[in-house]
């Protein structure tokens, strides 16, 4: 069931049904979540249940704001507070030891925990109304089954999960693409996931030089399991290949003007910046906006859409080697892995 977000009655069912131990579709800035009482080991596994998602992939704790870092967090290294000053609320999420015995499910046994204080309102407004009754924060994965494509809107979440799931409705997400991931525990920021806040930013504000997670493997001790940092994953049902403007103009010249049509309907589905020349009438085409930001907003929705058009194919135009497309170009190559 959709409710709207921006009702208080919607806002009180969603903290009843977390009470309750129930799930809740939960609209973040980034993307969708599939929530529950972080404090609630039984809550927590049906997440897990409902996904596919093995339970020792950690999720991520959602708080209403930095009060609550205290009840999941051990300590909280100086780098991070700066960082929780800054880009709190917002799409950054930093991993911290966790309080030994405190959301064990949600950190799938891991001594770290995942935690990030989203800025949406409905995502606010829900966690306010839990935080007043003492529940201290929600773990909430990306609302799509495990490996699958995250979901932007109320409706992707009712298409994963059917209409017994009570989904909060708070339109398309602003941001597009998952959190950026910060360990802080190894001493200094370590990148685990990009996102809409570049190492740049992170490096900035704490002073301290941004490792990345292929650095940090080849040291002594490997990073947890991240599903979001699997090769293969955000994976729509069709085939995706990453190509330059050039290989793609020269694919399509050679399937030529049927390209793309079986029984009528399109095979092949197209995503570039670049105009090309010659693009079949067969073949669904979308134009991926310049601005890596307005690129990274519709990401999801497009790989989604030529899901539902029954597409075999998707031929994606490489996005461009600049650290602000970091994050659609993680994702698009996870797609086609
Ligand atoms: O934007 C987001 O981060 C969205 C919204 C709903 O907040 N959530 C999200 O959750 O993307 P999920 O579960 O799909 O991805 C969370 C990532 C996973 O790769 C997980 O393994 C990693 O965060 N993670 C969570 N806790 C961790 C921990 N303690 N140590 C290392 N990685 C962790
Ligand atoms: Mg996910």
Redo the contacts with the bound molecule.
Sequence with gaps: MILPGDSPESIAAAAERIRGGGLLGLP?E????LAANADNDRAVAHIFKAKGRPAD????V?VANASAVAHYALVVPEFAEQLIKVFWPG?L?L?LPRRPGVANAA?GG?P???L?C?SHPVAQAVLKALLHDAVWGLA???ANQFGRV?PTTAAHVQGEFGDELLILDGGACSVGI??T?I?CTRGRPVL??PGAITPEQVQVICGLQVQSKEALETMASP???????LDSHYAPHATVRLMTAKELQKALTLLGSDAGQSDGRPSIALYCRTPLATVSRHVLYRRMPADAARAAQQLFAVLRECDAHGVKLIWIETPPETPEWDGVRDRLQRAAG
């Design positions: 973040t980034t993307v969708y979540g992939h950690p999720l991520i959602h799409p999420t991993i950190a891991n770290t925990i995942g990030r989203p909430a994965p990306s995250s998952e959190s991931i360990d685990l996931r990073a947890p399991k991240a599903s979001g940092t």
